[in-house]
């Protein structure tokens, strides 16, 4: 029989925590939810908490405490709240895994946190690396931990890597579906409302990574975390648009081979594999046949229309803390999208902006980064505001 893996699952009310969930009710032989966190979902938090009976539920919006905690009274569960509490409680000696889920910035320091107290880390969170990439992988090789990608596009590059040796990556080619608005001009871009970026034509996730996607800096993001997780340099790193969604990256040898993983679009998939790695274990997801994707299609991103992916390689070329600075600013920029403050191109003028009038730092410290990330914020927030009217297009 084998041992139950403690699994802690930071934003467990998100998208990917939600499927992490999955993943976990469906293997309760081998995984066990043993912390479960989220932002300010009180009432799912409370519904994963009474099926699965954690050892702590962590609520970071404070106001929502006594809820969590009146209704969970009935149960051997500690309630805690807060940022705080997160960074504190992923130490614990009997967790197995971190499942990294929180959204954005906010992921980093509990990641630190269960960096240094040796805990293997599943990262879904890929700002943690975009903003500190350099501090997180060395922390990683100092405590001799595996940092266990769930991104479908960086756990396709794992895969593709088991058995091979990274001084023989050539390229890493990461796919991206292009989202609801390929192949559309700026004139149509320009007047395109949150329910339109919302329509995400292969993937179902959560409001942010949605908008990302159709703006494509989740893809220039996912560049940045490449750089980190595979140890390669930005020109080594390449972005082709494939609608399908079928192959999720692939990986050029320096012998001219190429390995890609393939499957349909379900990120239960990449979390299940993090978690059981380096098994694989017998599922009843849907199967990929040829028969029903006849034409797998290629593209090269358009960079001119779509210029997060270009500002994101720019970040990555400049380094320091400029990834930091292009994460920070895109946060800021997506809530104004989402809350109907700005328009969809006016997102990329708010990041060239932030990336031109912050300090730059080339060898920054996490103190660093976390004055940076506070700095561009303000900055980026404050630049909103006074956009004048024309630029508040939704």
């Keep these: 029989m084998p041992q139950i893996k403690n699994i802690a699952i930071l934003g467990s009310t998100g998208s990917i925590g939600t499927q992490t969930i999955d993943v976990i009710r469906w293997n309760s032989n081998l995984f066990r939810a043993f912390m479960l966190t989220a932002h300010s979902n009180a009432d799912l938090l ?45 130490t614990h000696p009997d967790i197995a895994v971190v499942l990294t889920a929180m959204v954005g910035f906010a992921g980093l320091e509990p990641t630190i946190s269960a960096i240094k107290a040796g805990k293997n880390i599943a990262l879904a969170n890929k700002e943690t690396l975009v903003v500190a990439g350099d501090i997180i992988t060395a922390l990683a090789k100092q405590h001799g931990i595996s940092i266990l990608p769930v991104d479908s596009e960086h756990s396709a590059i794992f895969q593709c890597l088991v058995g ?56 220039g993001l996912e560049v940045i975390e490449a750089k980190w997780l595979f140890d390669v340099e930005v020109d080594q790193i390449e972005v082709i648009v494939h609608p399908q969604s079928i192959i999720h990256s692939l990986v050029q040898f320096r012998d001219g081979s190429i390995k890609a993983q393939l499957g349909l679009p379900d ?18 997801f849907k199967r990929f046949s040829f028969m029903d994707y006849p034409n797998l299609t290629f593209e090269k ?8 992916l270009s500002l994101a390689y720019a970040a990555l070329r400049q380094g320091g803390n400029m990834p930091c600075i292009i994460n920070a600013a895109n946060e800021v920029a997506v809530a104004g999208f989402l809350n109907r403050k700005i328009g969809f191109l006016t997102m990329s003028s708010v990041i060239e902006e932030c990336m031109q009038q912050i300090n730059f730092i080339a060898s920054p410290t996490l ?20 956009l004048p009217s024309k630029a508040l297009q939704f």
């Design 46 to 90: 409370i519904t994963q908490a009474i099926e699965f009976v954690p050892e702590y539920a962590i609520i970071c919006d404070q106001s929502k405490y006594q809820q969590v905690k009146e209704a969970l009274a009935h149960l051997p569960i500690q309630v805690l709240a807060g940022h705080q509490a997160i960074i504190d409680t992923v």
């Design 164 to 219: 091979e040796e990274y001084k023989a990556i050539e390229k890493l080619i990461i796919t991206a579906s292009g989202g609801p608005f390929r192949g559309r001009s700026l004139d149509f871009l320009a007047n395109v409302t949150r329910e339109d970026a919302l329509k995400h034509p292969n993937w179902v996730m959560g409001a942010k990574i949605t908008i990302d996607s159709a703006s494509l800096m989740n893809k």
């Design 267 to 284: 990120m239960k998939l990449p979390i299940q594999y993090a978690l059981t790695y380096p098994e694989r274990i017998q599922t009843n």
């Design 367 to 386: 103190a660093d980064y976390l004055n940076t990330d506070k700095e561009t914020r303000i900055f980026a927030q404050n630049y909103i505001e006074q």
């Design 301 to 308: 991103p358009d960079t001119d229309t779509f210029r997060n």
